[in-house]
T-cell receptor
Framework: AQSVTQLDSHVSVSEGTPVLLRCNYS??????LFWYVQHPNKGLQLLLK??????LVKGINGFEAEFKKSETSFHLTKPSAHMSDAAEYFC????????????FGPGTRLSVLP | NAGVTQTPKFQVLKTGQSMTLQCAQD?????MYWYRQDPGMGLRLIYY???????DKGEVPNGYNVSRLNKREFSLRLESAAPSQTSVYFC?????????????FGDGTRLSIL
């Protein structure tokens, strides 16, 4: 069975400093992995996806994530945080053989301090 | 470029009332999904429809029913609302269930049951 762990429920950074949001997954098959962002009172927006091509994936708004199979990790990073990055971030794993299984992590709330 | 549209955006019900949440997508996607989002629990799958004419239970189906009206529309019905169903409901679509493609989300329906 698939599962996702987001190691931090809340991360706080200062504007202009790097962002690291951690995600570990469990999957018995070749997974697809996604990061979504949710701003307050909004729906979920896709940031980036990994689907077995390049292990370093670039997304929107300067975010990127690296797929590390040996560590079963898919951490999200950004070199320099902006105030507009404050939101909830969800890591998601999906196995193509069970396409309807789109398993969400519990989320990490990112706060950006001025 | 509407994507996934949910109606209504907000609703307050009394215990025991019934209600249907509507969802429509204009991306010609085969698969559609209903989730609920509760604090600290990420998103949990209620029902999904892998393709037109099929529906299946997700993780938390009790108290809900769904109808895949056509390829575009997928509705969620609460027959007798309970306070435990107070939540934010998201509809999503995907090109097809058994794929490595992401899901696309609507902006959500915020439902309160008194």
């Amino acid at each position: 069975a698939q599962s996702v762990t987001q190691l931090d429920s809340h991360v706080s950074v200062s504007e202009g400093t790097p962002v690291l949001l951690r995600c570990n997954y469990s999957s018995s098959y070749s997974p697809s992995l996604f990061w979504y962002v949710q701003h307050p009172n909004k729906g979920l927006q896709l940031l980036l996806k990994y689907t077995s091509a390049a292990t370093l994936v670039k997304g929107i708004n300067g975010f990127e994530a690296e797929f590390k199979k040996s560590e079963t990790s898919f951490h999200l990073t950004k070199p320099s945080a902006h105030m507009s990055d404050a939101a909830e971030y969800f890591c998601v794993v999906s196995e193509t053989r069970y396409g309807q299984n789109f398993v969400f992590g519990p989320g990490t709330r990112l706060s950006v301090l001025p | 470029n509407a994507g996934v549209t949910q109606t209504p955006k907000f609703q307050v019900l009394k215990t025991g009332q019934s209600m249907t949440l509507q969802c429509a997508q204009d991306m010609n996607h085969n698969s559609m999904y209903w989730y609920r989002q509760d604090p600290g629990m990420g998103l949990r799958l209620i029902y999904y429809s892998a393709s037109e004419g099929t529906t299946d239970k997700g993780e938390v189906p009790n108290g809900y029913n769904v109808s895949r009206l056509n390829k575009r529309e997928f509705s969620l019905r609460l027959e007798s609302a309970a306070p435990s169903q107070t939540s934010v409901y998201f509809c999503a679509s995907r090109s097809k269930a058994n794929s490595n493609q992401p899901q696309h989300f609507g902006d959500g329906t915020r439902l309160s049951i008194l």
